[in-house]
């Protein structure tokens, strides 16, 4: 019996040992971080803004994969079940909490199939149009919509997308269905905006702020509670008339389950210090947003909000009754 204890102890002293020291190990080599949603929208900004500053402190590259489609679903199932070994990483947004709805036959469990690592930014989204489309205020929108609605084309990056969400709550505000268009993000839904090939679209300011300044597309609201430093003239959508539709977009980094915690504490440190770096908080700035406090990028303060915010968005796409499948 004693040996048996002796060599138990002496096996989890063993693993104790070697997870540590895999931990400070850590990263041996490239790291990917994939991205839900297509290349060249915002939360490819996002990441592509993090993924380069973590990379030069933890030493090793962190490569980007876009893997878009299913409103996020599919990029996050990837990750779900990747080997949980640090060397694969999710950036997803608001959208991980609410397809946990959504979607009724997820492939994965949203709540029990990631490790955490932290919370990045909270992004607001904004209420744009081609730039000839005609209605020139909020007010005049909603008129325009009304009146239009079966010739109106909403763009989104599909079911659980944060386009989506922002679209859906636009159409139950002004209670007018339209025609919506998916994409497998807002990248590719921003040039066809740009093209005129849409008509509409709600977005985040991280793909929008440049647009809307260089006055390529029509920007009609923000969905902050404040108007933006980036966009003073964008009136917020409680003072444009619409305050149901105040919104936030926040983003976090997860690993699949069993990553060793040391590891997604490693990586924790490493965003904490990413999210100092003047070059980010300069950049966030610009698109509209800030980087979040050392409290909240951390495992439990993704945790925290990946929890409440499934259980805010539930009873409300319950009561819409309206599922990806
Ligand atoms: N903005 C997109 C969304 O609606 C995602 C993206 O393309 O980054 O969720």
Request: aromatic share 6%; glycine share 8%.
């Amino acid at each position: 019996m004693l040996k048996l204890l002796t060599s138990l102890a002496a096996t989890a002293a063993i693993t104790l040992i070697s997870g540590n020291a895999f931990a400070q190990a850590y990263p041996e080599r490239s790291i990917t971080m994939v991205v839900p949603f297509a290349a060249g929208g915002p939360t490819d900004t996002v990441t592509r803004l993090v993924a380069e500053t973590m990379s030069k402190d933890l030493g090793q590259q962190i490569i980007v994969e876009n893997v878009g489609g299913a409103g996020g679903t599919l990029g996050a199932s990837q990750v779900a079940k990747a080997d949980p070994d640090g060397y694969t990483l999710l950036l997803h947004h608001i959208g991980m909490a609410t397809s946990a709805t959504l979607y009724r036959k997820l492939p994965y469990d949203t709540l029990n199939a990631f490790e955490y690592v932290g919370l990045v930014t909270d992004v607001p989204m904004t209420i744009v149009a081609k730039k000839d489309f005609e209605p020139t205020d909020l007010k005049g929108l909603l008129e325009y919509v009304k009146a239009n609605a079966d010739k109106i084309t909403l763009a989104n990056a599909g079911i659980g997308a944060a386009s989506h969400l922002c679209g859906m709550l636009f159409m139950s505000e002004i209670k007018t269905p339209l025609t919506t268009v998916p994409y497998k993000g807002t990248g590719p839904a921003m040039t066809d905006l740009l093209g005129g090939q849409v008509d509409l679209m709600c977005d985040q300011t991280t793909n929008t702020t440049k647009q809307i300044k260089g006055a390529t597309i029509k920007a009609y609201a923000v969905t902050s509670a404040k108007r933006l430093d980036a966009l003073p003239d964008v009136p917020t959508v409680a003072e444009a008339g619409l305050p149901g539709m105040q919104v936030g977009i926040w983003h976090g980094i997860y690993a699949p389950k069993g990553t060793p915690a040391e590891v997604t504490q490693k990586l924790s440190a490493s965003l904490q210090k990413a999210l100092k770096d003047p070059n980010i908080v300069s950049r966030f700035a610009e698109l509209g947003t800030v980087p979040v406090t050392d409290a909240e990028a951390t495992p439990a303060g993704l945790k925290a909000k990946l929890e409440s915010e499934v259980t805010r968005w539930k009873p409300v796409i319950e009561a819409a009754g309206q599922y990806a499948d």
